[in-house]
Every structure is written in C-alpha cells, then in structure tokens.
C-alpha cells in the first residue's frame, strides 16, 4: 500500500544518483598504511619477559664479581650489560611486571645483586628501567636526526696549569705583623726567665730590626 510518505533513499540510492553520469566512476580504497600495521603488530613480534626469559651471559669482569659478592663496585657496568641485553631482544620491555621478572630471576640466580628495599631487586630493576628508559631516548633522537650535546672537554693543559700555578693558602698566623709582634713576646719573655740562647737574641733582633 502506497502511503504517500516520502521515504529517504539510502546511502547507496545517492551515490548511484549522483555519480556525475559515469557508471564506470570507482571509489578508489586506499591500502592500510604500513606504518600503522606495523606499529599495530609490534607487540606481537617481540615476546614478553616472564619467569622463563633467560638471564644475559655476562663478561668475564662482571661475572667475578657477581659470585664474590662485589657487583657494587661494577654497578654501572653491569646494569649497562643487562640493558643491552634486555633491550636488543625485547626492545618493547615497558611493564613493571617484566621488570620485576627479571629482577627476581636475577637475585634468584645472583644474590649480590640484593639492596634494602621494597624487595632485594627493587633496586636493579629500577637502574636497568632508568637506562633502558635512556636507550630508548637516545634512539628516539637518533632517528628524529636530533644529536646529543656533547659534554664540554677542559683545554689541555688546564690542569698542568693549575698545579704549576697553585699558591700555597697563607697561614695568617705568621703574617709579618703578627710573626714581629710573637718575636718581640719570645725576647721579653727569655730575657726575663734567662732561658734564650744568645744565638737566638741575636736572630730574633736580625728579624725584627728587618720588620
């Protein structure tokens, strides 16, 4: 039954009715960017840490000092090797969970590297997250063709100067005032008690006579 109401065409009635004439006219769909796939599937390329991620093989150095107990005094070092490792394989590491992964694993198989904290790796986990953070600036800036300052280096020789021209810091207790006046205070004092030798009359007159 016709009603009379007007109905609205659809979408496709309008495009077919003004389609400038041409039937043969396509709509042309442009392919997803590859960028966005692959920004998209990033994560899926990369596996997460967990408790089953093997630690890194370190160098000789390092590894001494993880089984005597003194990583301490190569900390920098050795956060800078689990870095590397770290974030050449996983170079998507971001959550705390896979942070704290590592570090139990870590502690679990090298216990020198435990500090007072939340938890003995707290603290490792929080310098290699620090450097990794750091990594991923670097290579951020790198690719924007951004370059680091480089740190400002003394001008040879500034040193050898500074030692050839260093000055001794003047005692002020022996100023020539004060060095006369303790001159004359020895004199009156010896002569008074006969204890000066003659031989130091004879100075102390020498360098008071000079003042």
């Known amino acids: 039954i016709n009603s009379g109401v007007w109905e609205q065409p659809s979408e496709i009635e309008i495009v077919n009715e003004f389609s400038l004439g041409n039937s043969n006219t396509e709509i042309k769909v442009e392919p997803p960017d590859v960028l966005d796939e692959v920004f998209d599937n990033s994560t899926s390329k990369f596996p997460i840490i967990n408790a089953d991620t093997p630690l890194p ?5 390092i590894y001494d000092h993880l089984q005597e107990n003194n990583v301490s005094a190569v900390w920098g070092t050795f956060v800078d090797e689990c870095a590397k490792y770290y974030f050449g394989k996983y170079p998507n590491i971001q959550n705390s969970s896979e942070y704290q992964a590592i570090g139990r694993k ?27 953070r750091h990594m991923k600036w670097k290579l951020k800036r790198k690719k924007l063709g951004l370059t680091t ?4 280096k003394a ?12 000055k001794p810091k003047v005692d002020r207790r022996y100023t020539p005032s004060k060095l006369y006046k303790a001159l004359l205070r020895e004199l009156s004092i010896g002569w008074y008690n006969d204890t000066i ?7 102390i007159l020498k360098a008071t006579h000079k003042g």
């Open 149 to 152: 300052r480089r740190p400002i």
């Open 106 to 132: 870590m502690y679990e198989t090298y216990p020198a590297i435990g500090y007072v904290g939340k938890e003995p790796w707290s603290f490792f986990c929080k310098s290699l997250s620090q450097k990794i």
């Open 197 to 203: 030798l003659e031989t130091r009359i004879y100075d």
């Open 57 to 61: 093989t370190f160098s000789d150095m």
């Open 155 to 166: 001008k040879e020789g500034v040193n050898s100067l500074k030692f050839h021209s260093y």
